[in-house]
């Protein structure tokens, strides 16, 4: 059994910064896709960013303000968001790619990712 358990949102001003956490246990994330999305009240849940080994994926609306990032070593994958917009906010959930499943380009689809974890609150004031 994963378990997921983000941390790290609150509030914060525009053009400032936050780092999520992303604590994982049940699986070792070093091998895995492990993905960052959010979700805004009332809309759907959309793709963020995306991690395995030194290799990344981005949303062109976080492109050069968020960075994705991971450490083995204590099985935890983290966002960096710097430059923070009023619509960055939304709950922010991390995310694994199922093991035994090709990435291909639908990586972007929550439906595709199997694990998740509770979400955190970022909410960022104009």
């Known amino acids: 059994q994963v378990q997921l358990v983000e941390s790290g949102g609150g509030l914060v001003q525009a053009g400032g910064s936050l780092r999520l956490s992303c604590a994982a246990s049940?699986?070792?994330?070093?091998?895995?896709?492990m993905g960052w999305f959010r979700q805004a009240a009332g809309k759907e849940r959309k793709f963020v960013a995306a991690?395995?080994?030194?290799?990344?994926y981005y949303a062109d609306s976080v492109k050069g303000r968020f960075t994705i990032s991971r450490d083995n070593s204590k099985n935890t994958v983290y966002l960096e968001m710097n430059s923070l917009k009023p619509e960055d906010t939304a709950v922010y959930y991390c995310?694994?790619?199922?093991?035994?499943?090709?990435?291909?380009?639908?990586?972007?689809?929550?439906?595709?990712?199997?694990?998740w974890g509770q979400g955190t609150q970022v909410t960022v004031s104009s």
């Open positions: 995310a694994t790619y199922p093991p035994n499943s090709a990435f291909t380009a639908n990586y972007r689809r929550p439906q595709i990712w199997d694990y």
């Open positions: 049940g699986r070792t994330l070093s091998s895995y896709w």
């Open positions: 991690i395995r080994w030194s290799s990344t």
